[in-house]
Antibody, heavy 120, light 107 residues
Framework: EVQLLESGGGLVQPGGSLRLSCAAS????????MSWVRQAPGKGLDWVSA????????TYADSVKGRFTISRDNSKNTLYLQMNSLRAEDTAVYYC?????????????WGQGTLVTVSS | AIRMTQSPSSFSASTGDRVTITCRAS??????LAWYQQKPGKAPKLLIY???TLQSGVPSRFSGSGSGTDFTLTIRSLQSEDFATYYC?????????FGQGTKVEIK
């Protein structure tokens, strides 16, 4: 059974940093691309970043480019999102999700999400 | 970025109704279109990918169609567990983008 468990969310001040983790199990981690998708309170889904199975390819939404960094540790079956220079508009539930490929594949499974609140 | 527009944004329906949700892309995306269902407080769940392929385990009352710029999600006979918000998503080119969502409520 595929399981994705996010952690690392919490309350942070504007301009602060946070690192999210997503621990994966139930599938061969290196064979899947991973993404972060967020959802602001009461709003729709917003894709943030993606990384290929090997970790060699990454891409970001313009809204987070230069502030967020996606990475993965295939030896630990874990995905990360380093978030710097956080803004109020980054407040959201952050989901990790898996795709069968880096290109042209939907999100097969999603984690339960972790809430990030940016506020003073 | 490719803009995805869903309609309607919300509507009320009764159990047993046939419902259709539409999704329009701002440019052609071939069949690189997925549909997700999300219930309050839960993560989204993949229903359909490649515009019309049913994800394993999804009831056959759900179906999808379309290609290019215009797509539809149809629920043949609405069940109580289907009241939720539905999102379309293009995976044709980065950045991946979603429609704004369609909330299906009980009449």
């Amino acid at each position: 059974e595929v399981q994705l468990l996010e952690s690392g969310g919490g309350l942070v001040q504007p301009g602060g940093s946070l690192r999210l983790s997503c621990a994966a199990s139930g599938f061969t981690f290196v064979n899947y691309a991973m993404s972060w998708v967020r959802q602001a309170p009461g709003k729709g889904l917003d894709w943030v970043s993606a990384i290929s199975g090997s970790g060699n390819s990454t891409t970001y939404a313009d809204s987070v480019k230069g502030r967020f960094t996606i990475s993965r540790d295939n030896s630990k079956n874990t995905l990360y999102l380093q978030m710097n220079s956080l803004r109020a508009e980054d407040t959201a539930v952050y989901y990790c999700a898996i795709s069968s490929g880096f290109y042209s594949n939907p999100f097969d499974y999603w984690g339960q999400g972790t809430l990030v609140t940016v506020s003073s | 970025a490719i803009r995805m527009t869903q309609s309607p944004s919300s509507f009320s329906a009764s159990t047993g109704d046939r419902v259709t949700i539409t999704c329009r892309a701002s440019q052609g995306i071939s069949s690189y279109l997925a549909w997700y269902q999300q219930k309050p407080g839960k993560a989204p769940k993949l229903l359909i990918y490649a515009a019309s392929t049913l994800q394993s385990g999804v009831p056959s009352r759900f179906s999808g169609s379309g290609s290019g710029t215009d797509f539809t999600l149809t629920i043949r006979s609405l069940q109580s567990e289907d009241f939720a918000t539905y999102y379309c998503q293009q995976c044709y080119s980065y950045p991946w983008t979603f429609g704004q969502g369609t909330k299906v409520e009980i009449k």
